[in-house]
C-alpha cells in the first residue's frame, strides 16, 4: 500500500503515522531483546526444595546425593543428584564420607536414649550451729523418662565420699545407674578419675563435655531450674535434715504429682487418680502449701 492509496484511505490518522506504526511492528517481530532475557537450563528449585535437601541431609550424616534425592522424590519432589550437590554445596555442608565424621551432640542423645543419664552438683546455703554454710547436693537424672535421682549431699565431696557414691549408683541391686551405659558429666574436678573408673568398671561409660557448655547437659540444669524456683529458693533451711526432708518432699511432687513440658505435659509416675473426673476435688499440699496438687479423691 502507498502513499497515495494511504492518502485516500487515511481519514483519521496520518500516512506518516501509519507507517510509522508499521515499522514498529516489523521492528518488534525481529527483536530477539526479549529472548535473551529467558534464562536456559532448568527452572530454579522452590526454596522449600532446598530446605528439605538440607534437613534430609543434616538428619542422616551417610546418606549420599542419590539417596538424599530418593528420599526427597518419596515426599514428591523430583530432583536429580546434580542438584542436592549443588544445595549442600551452596550451605556448606559436605559429602556424605565426611559428614558422617560429625556426630552431633542432639543425634548422639537420640542414639543412646534409652541407656543415657546426666550427673551433676547444685548447691544451698544452710544454717547450721556453725554458721552459713554450703551444701553440694549431687543428682542424677534418667534423659529418656526424666526420673531423677538425689545421689546425696554433703559440705565436702572428697574423693573419698564421691567413690562411695560412683558404688551406690552403680549397685547391681539397686544402683540408679544398673541399666545405664553412658553417663554425662562435666569437667568438675570432683568426678575424679577414680570416681569415673568404679563407673567404667560397672558398665556405664562416663561421657565428660568441653568445657563451659552446660548447654549440653540441658535436662539437668532445666530440673536444677525447676527445684531452686519451685523449692530450695522459697525456703531457709536450719541443719541438713531440714534440707533432706525438703528435697525428698520435691522429688515426689516431681516424680508423682507434676506435669513436665518435655513429656507432653503427662506426668512421670502417675497415680490412678490422674485423669478422674468424678468425685470432690482435693489438695495435697507439701512443704506448708509450697507444693500443691489438685485430684479427684476416688471413692
Not at 526454596?47 to 535437601?53: A, F, G, R, S, Y
Not at 523449692?231 to 541438713?240: A, K, V
Not at 522429688?251 to 512421670?268: A, D, K, P, S
Not at 468425685?279 to 496438687?293: H, P, S, T
Request: hydrophobic share 35%; net charge positive; charged share 30%.
Amino acid at each position: 500500500m502507498g502513499r497515495k492509496r494511504l492518502e485516500q484511505v487515511g481519514t483519521l490518522f496520518t500516512p506518516d503515522t501509519i507507517l510509522r506504526w508499521h515499522k514498529k511492528l516489523v521492528t518488534k517481530k525481529w527483536d530477539c531483546s526479549n529472548r535473551s532475557k529467558r534464562k536456559s537450563g532448568r527452572p530454579r528449585l522452590p526454596d522449600e526444595v532446598k530446605q528439605l535437601v538440607i534437613r534430609v541431609a543434616k538428619e542422616n550424616s551417610s546418606w549420599g546425593y542419590d539417596r538424599i534425592a530418593d528420599a526427597v522424590a518419596n515426599v514428591g519432589y523430583k530432583i536429580s543428584d546434580e542438584s542436592v550437590r549443588k544445595i549442600l554445596i551452596e550451605q556448606g555442608i559436605e559429602p556424605a564420607p565426611d559428614r558422617k565424621r560429625q556426630t552431633t551432640w542432639n543425634t548422639f542423645l537420640k542414639a543412646h536414649w534409652e541407656v543415657l543419664a546426666a550427673i551433676d552438683f547444685t548447691t544451698v546455703e544452710v544454717w547450721t550451729k556453725g554458721g552459713l554454710v554450703t551444701f553440694y547436693l549431687l543428682f542424677v537424672i534418667e534423659l529418656k523418662t526424666r526420673r531423677v535421682h538425689f545421689a546425696g549431699c554433703t559440705m565436702n565431696p572428697h574423693e573419698i565420699w564421691m567413690k562411695q557414691i560412683a558404688r551406690n549408683l552403680s549397685d547391681e541391686a539397686e544402683g540408679f545407674l544398673r541399666e545405664k551405659q553412658k553417663i554425662i558429666m562435666d569437667r568438675d574436678t570432683t568426678f575424679s578419675e577414680s570416681f569415673q573408673m568404679i563407673l567404667n568398671q560397672s558398665g556405664t561409660k562416663p561421657i565428660v563435655l568441653p568445657p563451659r557448655s552446660p548447654n549440653l547437659n540441658a535436662l539437668i540444669e532445666r530440673f536444677f531450674r525447676s527445684l531452686k524456683s519451685e523449692c530450695l529458693d522459697r525456703m531457709i533451711f536450719f541443719g541438713e535434715n531440714s534440707l533432706r526432708n525438703a528435697v525428698k518432699e520435691y522429688l515426689i511432687h516431681y516424680h508423682e504429682e507434676r506435669n513436665h513440658q518435655g513429656l507432653n505435659h503427662q506426668m512421670i509416675e502417675p497415680g490412678e487418680e490422674v485423669g478422674q473426673s468424678a468425685g470432690e476435688i482435693e489438695c495435697c499440699e507439701r512443704l506448708g502449701g509450697l507444693l500443691n496438687y489438685y485430684y479427684c479423691k476416688v471413692a
